[in-house]
């Protein structure tokens, strides 16, 4: 069984960074990409980033610029450094892990972008 777990949450001032770190843990199978997804109050979760095992990304439109995701699969880590951070960005921050058949979701780390 995969785990996933995320950790580098916190509350930040607009204009402010941080960075999120997600590490799978477990039986490791195959790693077909790993991602991050949030989730505001009120809100539908929304994608954020994704990076496949060769390294492809994919950003939500909105966050291009101000987001950076990168992994590391020796570590089966991948990170989002986010900078710029707007009180838009406060949220629960998932990290989404894909196998050839599963998906598995961290509990999710809280992000405060105070004003």
């Known amino acids: 069984q995969m785990q996933v777990e995320e950790s580098g949450g916190g509350l930040v001032q607009a204009g402010g960074s941080l960075r999120l770190s997600c590490a799978a843990s477990g039986i490791i199978f195959r790693i077909n990409s790993m991602g991050w997804y949030r989730q505001a109050p009120g809100k539908q979760r929304e994608l954020v980033a994704t990076?496949?095992?060769?390294?492809?990304?994919n950003y939500a439109e909105s966050l291009k610029g101000r987001f950076t995701i990168s992994r590391d699969y020796a570590k089966n880590t991948v990170y989002l450094q986010m900078s710029s951070l707007e009180p838009g960005d406060t949220a629960v921050y998932y990290c989404?892990?894909?196998?050839?058949?599963?998906?598995?979701w961290g509990q999710g780390t809280q992000v405060t972008v105070s004003s």
């Open positions: 990076i496949t095992y060769d390294g492809t990304t």
């Open positions: 989404l892990l894909r196998t050839l058949g599963s998906t598995y």
